[in-house]
C-alpha cells in the first residue's frame, strides 16, 4: 500500500489540500472578475423620503444655509457672496463651534454645489450638517 512501513494497521492521517487548492483558486478568480465591476457606478432614481418636521423650539436657534437655482448663497434668508461664504462660516464656526447648519438646495441645484457647499461647511469647522427637504407625497 503505498509507503508503508511494513505495518498495514495504521491509518493514513495526511490531509489531501488539493481540493482545497482548487476551489480557492476558482474564488480568486472569481473576485477579481466582479471586483472591477463593483467600483462602477449606476444611474438610479432615488426615492422619495418622508422625515418627521423638527420640534418649533428649534426654529429660533436654526441656522440655515440655502443655495438657489441660479447659484445665489443665503444665510437666514439674508444674502451671501460667493467670494464671502468660507469666512462667515468660518465666523459662525468660531463663535458656536457646536452650531448645526441646515441646508436648502433648490432642486434644480447640481449635486456638485450641494456637495461644494457641505465641504465648505467641513473646512470652516463645521460638524453638524442636515439637509432640509420638503415633506414627501405618501404613495
Do not use: H, W
Not at 7 to 32: Q, Y
Not at 56 to 70: P, V
Not at 110 to 132: R, S
Amino acid at each position: 500500500m503505498g509507503m508503508s512501513s511494513g505495518d498495514d494497521s495504521g491509518v493514513m492521517s495526511e490531509i489531501n489540500v488539493t481540493p482545497f487548492v482548487d476551489v480557492m483558486l476558482v474564488l480568486l478568480i472569481i473576485f477579481m472578475v466582479t471586483a472591477p465591476m463593483m467600483n462602477q457606478g449606476l444611474e438610479v432614481d432615488l426615492p422619495d423620503a418622508n422625515a418627521n418636521a423638527l420640534p418649533a423650539d428649534t426654529e429660533d436657534d436654526m441656522l440655515t444655509l440655502s443655495i438657489t437655482e441660479n447659484g445665489q448663497y443665503f444665510i437666514n434668508k439674508r444674502e451671501i457672496l460667493t467670494n464671502e461664504l468660507e469666512a462667515k462660516l468660518m465666523a459662525i464656526s468660531e463663535a458656536n463651534p457646536d452650531q448645526a447648519v441646515y441646508l436648502k438646495a433648490d432642486a434644480n441645484v447640481p449635486y456638485e454645489k450641494v456637495a461644494q457647499l457641505m465641504a465648505a461647511c467641513t473646512q470652516a469647522g463645521i460638524t453638524k450638517i442636515g439637509m432640509v427637504t420638503e415633506p414627501g407625497v405618501d404613495q
